[in-house]
């Protein structure tokens, strides 16, 4: 039988730090005109100045609130990005099999899996910490720590796998990266000397319209995804896919397919 975990979400999260060390290029630069010229798209000018006068950065340690200090090569600026309220996101997550290796989750559909853009603290990876913080263990076992070793579109629901320990997480980010960088130039020849892959990724998707043609994998900017998402784009990267078709909704004017990342 499966099991659950997870916390709720609390109201707000703990805010995040951003580090930045000055450039030998960069001294003698005032605190607000690096800010508001090395980060303008986090904030106008005022708003930096707001942050300063507010304590949110420090120098070398020390809380600066002087905007016009004087900047210094090699010194240490750490701004302290307030706590805010996340976007919801669920919170539960069912663990499909375990063992002192590996985890393996059905990730639901809604929730993002390692922190990004808006969610910093909702995030697959924080409930296992959670998880892992609440399990009192000896000392032989303080190596555990659970991470996510593939991704799933926060959209996405299924599987996502995760390592207990080091040795697992380089073995597993290995068996995911094998066969991926083969896509494009002369591929069958050099399938042809490679073995099956250890770990296969088979998707089942629904499909608005009808797919005319193959097209490169690439990014587009999407509302309230900071490094957008992956589709077909003419300026992105060779994908191979085998994709079957289950269920054509010819009312309803979609497809329902399996897609197999190869």
């Known amino acids: 039988m499966s099991t659950t975990f997870g916390v709720p979400w609390p109201e707000f999260n703990d805010g995040i730090t951003y580090t930045d060390v000055v450039s030998a290029s960069d001294s003698e630069l005032a605190l607000i ?7 303008k798209n986090s904030a106008p000018l005022q708003g930096w100045m707001q942050r300063i006068s507010n304590g949110q950065i420090k120098v070398d340690g ?5 905007p016009k200090t004087i900047l210094r090569a090699g010194s240490k600026l750490v701004y302290h990005r307030l706590p805010w309220a996340e976007p919801d996101a669920p919170y539960l997550l069912e663990i499909l099999y375990e063992d002192d290796d590996v985890i ?7 929730l993002q899996v390692l922190p990004g853009g808006l969610f910093q603290q909702r995030t ?5 910490q959670w998880r892992d913080k609440k399990k009192h263990c000896s000392s032989a076992c303080q190596e555990s720590h659970p991470v996510p070793v593939h991704r799933l579109g926060r959209g996405t629901s299924g599987i996502l796998l995760c390592a207990k320990t080091k040795l697992a997480k380089t073995r597993l980010a290995a068996y995911f990266a094998d066969g991926t960088s083969v896509v494009g130039g002369n591929r069958d020849a050099d ?8 770990i296969s990724k088979i998707y089942r998707a629904l499909v608005n319209g009808i797919l005319e043609k193959d097209e490169p994998i690439g990014t587009v900017q999407y509302p309230g995804v900071a490094k957008g ?15 079957a078709v289950l269920e054509r909704n010819v009312q309803g004017g979609h497809t329902t397919v399996r897609n197999e990342e190869t």
């Open 124 to 128: 697959v990876l924080t409930q296992l």
């Open 33 to 39: 005109d690096y800010y508001s010229s090395k980060h």
């Open 191 to 198: 399938m042809k000397s490679r073995t099956v892959r250890k």
């Open 62 to 66: 020390t809380v600066v609130t002087e």
């Open 229 to 243: 998402l992956y589709v077909a784009s003419a300026s992105g990267k060779p994908a191979l896919s085998k994709v």
């Open 104 to 110: 393996a989750l059905n990730k639901p559909s809604g």
